[in-house]
């Protein structure tokens, strides 16, 4: 399993299709993927391609319709309901596009919400070390509608690292952040990983943001087709354009010229 040989996640066979006879996608064909422990992994590939779905089965928020998917030794893809909420509350953290904040609590609230949930303990020492890594110790009593988009991102990170997940699942975590906000979080994401032990997968289309990662996964209809080990921005954008040129991803890829 996933314990002992460096992977916090795999998947082998993932197939994931939508929908029945003619009008069937077949989201994911057959991707086998290891993810390692203590890593930042990016996902990039076309839009269509597969990247959300494969984040969505690996993170028990979609149920794949063949394949394998273990997350810390659990064997998610056939968990039930009430596994996998557990999982996705215990082990899990999630980072979405837009920050997902309660708007009526403030920072610090927010950050221990999921702790409040799972009626955990706060570990005060981690608690802190997350919100200095943050830079928001002088922002704990502010609501999210008096911080700005970037903090409010960080909130949603620390919330996201504060119960010590196996696994940070961040979806386009940049999306909505000037490219100021975005290096803050990107870099608040890899010191994370560097500094807090953690691990982290990240959809994104954006080659800078794929350049914090250390290592870059592409995907192309719904296919496993290339992965870059300590990217740049220059060398994910030669990636892409290969695999463009290679026929490998048919359609334009959105984002690469950011
Ligand atoms: N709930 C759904 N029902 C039907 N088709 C879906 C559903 N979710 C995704 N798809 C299809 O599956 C394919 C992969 O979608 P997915 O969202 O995983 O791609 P993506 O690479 O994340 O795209 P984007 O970069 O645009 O977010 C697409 O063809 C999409 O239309």
Known sequence: MTNDDGLIATARGLVKTYGTGETAVRALDGVDVDFRRGELTAIMGPSGSGKSTLMHCMAGLDRPSAGDVVVD?????SMNERGLTKLRRTRLGFVFQA???????????NITLPLDIARRRVDHAHL???IEAVGLADRLGHKPSQLSGGQQQRVACARALVARPAVVFADEPTGNLDSTSSAEVLGFLRRSVDGLG???VMVTH???????AHRVLFLADGRLVGETVDPTPQSVLDALGALRATGAASVAVSGASA
């Open 128 to 130: 802190d070390a997350v």
């Open 73 to 77: 030794g659990e064997r998610v893809s």
């Open 99 to 109: 920050f997902n904040l309660v708007p009526t609590l403030t920072a610090l609230e």
């Open 198 to 200: 953690q691990s982290v």
């Open 206 to 212: 954006d080659p800078t943001a794929a350049s914090y």
